[in-house]
């Protein structure tokens, strides 16, 4: 027998130091090399860290919701032999998955219900998966919870490269059944006192109530509102979705369109992509879009890098590649960072606009409303168009109002001269 010390890694080279979130095995367990161990938080990204080799899971060295420094001994594992993976020829996936395929793009992470077959009762509880299946399953965008539930044809119910490239493929042919999404764990109660529960803040949420505090304190904030006629994109959506999402495995929002014009308005007017240090303007030469993704407990700003160099596709692949790692905790702290201005969307939610505060260091942050018809007047006849509210925070020690305002038009000419004529 010997012992393998499980560190705290670095997650990029500005990380110091990470937290535990959550354990995924207990003291005692069982643990598979490549099989998920704990969930770390960083001031840059979430991520779920794999067990480097297999065995038993011996001690807990930090607990949850501890914060210790990278190369720390967080944990021991127990394995056979002289502590090297020596298991790993045990766990090698079966002849035909040695070789990785080529995959498909990521699917989308949708609003709508996330899909799964019935479980099968004689489903392992604690299954291995070998590093191409979960390959496959990220890249497809095959949550942990869906692999779960996917029948497995191999050892001892085991999944194969072939049960989940079939699973896809039901998948995307309708031929899964949908089950409703799970409702986000309700907040666990420290304490109850005269009709209050006191709830403590998670490791995500305490960063994000930091990071803004910080940028109100940082920015003196002002908002501008308008509105857009959608309907060149409406149109050019729905002619092209289907053909689209049967080509890209994924479905074609209105976020890379918003990308889009927020690119083109960042070229005319190249101060809304700068920052500020002390008292210089940093003018930055490349732009790197952040798009907000929503998760279950918080909020993440992935970044498209050097967005202004990607055609609409490119736009498109890139924001479903970095929601689908967003919500599998498979962001590195590369993709959380160098961003120079931000897209917000509560119009997911159905709200018609927000006021969103600015993402430091950047001096700007747009929020996307929900598109819906309404009637408008249009040469003083009314007509029934799709609209959306368009909402700009930015920083009044550099950006006054009059570029806050020429910029967010100009996002608005963009979004309502949309070339139809063009291939995605």
């Given amino acids: 027998m010997a012992t393998v010390e499980v560190v705290m890694p670095q997650m990029g080279e500005s990380i110091a130091e990470g937290t535990v979130?959550?354990?995924?095995?207990?003291i005692g367990d069982q643990v598979q090399k490549d099989e998920t161990l704990l969930e770390i938080s960083t001031d840059k990204v979430d991520s779920e860290i794999p067990s480097p080799t297999s065995g038993t899971l011996?001690?807990?060295?930090?607990?949850?919701?501890?914060?210790?420094?990278?190369?720390?001994?967080?944990?021991?594992?127990e394995t056979e032999g002289n502590g090297e993976v020596q298991q790993e020829a045990q766990q090698e996936a079966p002849a035909e998955e040695k070789e990785p395929e080529p995959v498909e793009e990521a699917a989308e992470p949708k609003s709508e219900p996330s899909a799964a077959p019935a479980p099968k009762e004689d489903?392992?509880?604690?299954?291995?998966?070998?590093?191409?299946?979960?390959?496959?399953?990220?890249?497809?965008?095959?949550?942990?919870?869906?692999?779960?539930?996917?029948?497995?044809?191999?050892?001892?119910?085991?999944?194969t490269k072939k049960d989940i490239l079939k699973y896809i493929e039901d998948k995307k042919a309708g031929k899964v059944e949908e089950r409703p999404a799970p409702e986000p764990a309700a907040p666990q109660v420290e304490v109850?006192?005269?009709?209050?529960?006191?709830?403590?803040?998670?490791?995500?949420?305490?960063?994000?109530?930091?990071?803004?505090v910080q940028?109100?304190?940082?920015?003196?904030?002002?908002?501008?509102?308008?509105?857009?006629?959608?309907?060149?994109?409406?149109?050019?959506?729905?002619k092209h979705k289907g053909t689209f999402e049967k080509r890209e495995g994924f479905k074609l929002t209105y976020t890379p369109f918003m990308v889009d014009a927020v690119i083109k308005a960042l070229k005319k007017y190249p101060m809304i992509n700068a920052s500020i240090e002390g008292d210089k303007i940093l003018m930055k030469k490349y732009i790197n879009i952040g798009v907000a993704v929503a998760l279950e407990n918080g909020l993440i700003v992935p970044v498209i890098k050097n967005a202004d160099e990607k055609n609409l596709t490119g736009?498109?692949?890139?924001?479903?590649?970095?929601?689908?790692?967003?919500?599998?905790?498979?962001?590195?702290?590369?993709?959380?960072?160098?961003?120079?201005?931000?897209?917000?969307?509560?119009?997911?939610?159905?709200n018609l606009w927000g006021t969103p505060i600015i993402n430091q260091p950047q001096l700007a942050i747009l929020g996307v409303g929900a598109i819906k018809k309404r009637p408008v007047v249009v040469d003083d006849m009314i007509a029934i168009k799709p609209m959306v509210y368009i909402s700009m925070s930015y920083d009044h020690r550099l950006i006054d109002g009059a570029l806050g305002g020429m910029f967010l038009q100009n996002v608005v000419e963009n979004l309502e001269n949309f070339d139809v004529k063009q291939n995605i």
């Fill in 315 to 350: 736009i498109a692949r890139a924001v479903n590649d970095l929601a689908v790692r967003a919500r599998n905790k498979k962001l590195n702290p590369e993709d959380v960072q160098g961003g120079t201005f931000t897209i917000t969307n509560p119009g997911i939610f159905g």
């Fill in 21 to 26: 979130v959550k354990w995924h095995k207990k």
């Fill in 215 to 238: 940028s109100v304190k940082t920015s003196p904030h002002v908002s501008s509102v308008t509105e857009a006629d959608m309907s060149r994109i409406y149109a050019f959506r729905e």
């Fill in 58 to 77: 011996k001690k807990i060295l930090v607990e949850e919701n501890e914060t210790v420094e990278v190369q720390t001994v967080i944990a021991h594992i």
């Fill in 192 to 212: 109850s006192r005269d009709g209050v529960d006191v709830v403590a803040m998670d490791t995500m949420r305490k960063k994000i109530a930091d990071h803004m």
């Fill in 123 to 159: 489903k392992p509880k604690d299954r291995f998966y070998s590093p191409l299946v979960l390959n496959i399953a990220r890249k497809e965008n095959v949550s942990m919870a869906e692999l779960e539930n996917v029948p497995g044809s191999g050892a001892g119910g085991r999944v």
